[in-house]
């Protein structure tokens, strides 16, 4: 088996609602069925869902 060098810390998400890159490490995650959602913090997940309480 081949290592790609990439380390857990070393790899980036984008946050959902700013776009920042983040560490996954530190990532806040909101997970669905079919797929998963990034956050840098707190602030941006209350963005988030209160922008998808709205569009119900």
């Not at 790609?4 to 946050?15: D, F, H, L, Q």
């Amino acid at each position: 088996m081949q290592d790609s060098g990439e380390t857990v810390e070393s790899v980036r998400v984008a946050c959902k609602i700013c776009l920042d890159e983040i560490p996954l490490s530190e990532a806040q995650i909101e997970e669905a069925s079919d797929y998963v959602l990034y956050f840098c913090g707190l602030e941006c997940y209350q963005i988030w869902r209160a922008r998808a309480n709205s569009d119900d």
